[in-house]
């Protein structure tokens, strides 16, 4: 297969992965509470390791050392630093308003922005070399679970119904496929190697400062065992594909 067809299937089973968070309606909040944590360690590590391991040596290798590509990485980095603060803006002003309903909006949103930004990184790199581009597109996949099965248990609260939440939760993540198809077009008449030190910038913001801060302030030792161990299995699995791949 082509960097075309990669690009369509990655982009619509990112999308797919948003009918995961319907699991919030079978499981106790208890229960949810424990996979999720260990979830989101391992997706900080599978992050963490896809920039280290994989886009940034590929890109180092690509820019010959050139500080541009480390401007790229804080270029990627800093875009979602400002989109983040952004939105916690939104989210502190629909507060103010006591409206329960706009916030569950603002998350659609900012998880279709999200999506997208996404996928132009992602599949620039299927467009570059498709065996990182898959390699960034599970590490991306990884981060989505348990953050489809918080998005999706704060659509219900807020008075969304199952079948709609599902929709519209499904329809932000085929942003990614835009975003994926988007690059592709333009790819002809452009240069798109600025993508993955843009990706690894990404990985680098979400892994650190959204995913490793819910993950390393626990008081149980058990317990910051089992995230420390997650998070490691995360960097050993992208670790695997390198030494296989």
Not at 35 to 48: D, E, H, K, N, Y
Request: hydrophobic share 55%.
């Amino acid at each position: 297969m082509g960097a075309l067809e990669w690009i369509i299937i990655s982009g619509l089973l990112m999308s797919a992965i948003a009918m995961v968070g319907s699991i919030t309606l079978i499981l106790k909040e208890q229960t949810l509470h424990k996979l999720q944590i260990p979830l989101v360690a391992f997706a900080a590590g599978s992050l963490m390791g896809g920039a280290f391991l994989h886009m940034i040596p590929v890109g180092l290798i690509n820019y010959q050392g050139h500080d541009l590509f480390f401007i790229w990485i804080l270029v990627g980095f800093s875009l979602f630093f400002v989109l983040e603060q952004f939105l916690h803006w939104r989210h502190c002003q629909l507060d103010k308003k006591d409206s329960k309903e706009p916030l569950t909006y603002l998350i659609l949103i900012g998880d279709g922005l999200h999506n997208f930004i996404g996928g132009l990184a992602i599949g620039g790199t299927f467009l570059i070399d498709i065996r990182l581009g898959l390699m960034a597109w599970l590490a991306a996949a990884v981060h989505e679970v348990p953050q489809e099965l918080g998005d999706f248990a704060v659509l219900i609260h807020g008075g969304w119904k199952k079948g709609p939440a599902l929709f519209f939760n499904v329809i932000s993540g085929l942003t990614f496929l835009l975003g994926g198809l988007i690059v592709y077009l333009v790819s002809h008449q452009i240069n798109i190697d600025f993508l993955i030190p843009l990706a690894a910038g990404n990985f680098l913001y979400i892994g650190a400062s959204d995913l490793v801060p819910a993950i390393n302030k626990h008081e149980s030792l058990i317990s910051n065992l089992i995230h420390f161990l997650s998070f490691t299995a995360g960097i050993s699995i992208m670790w695997l594909i390198k030494v296989i791949f």
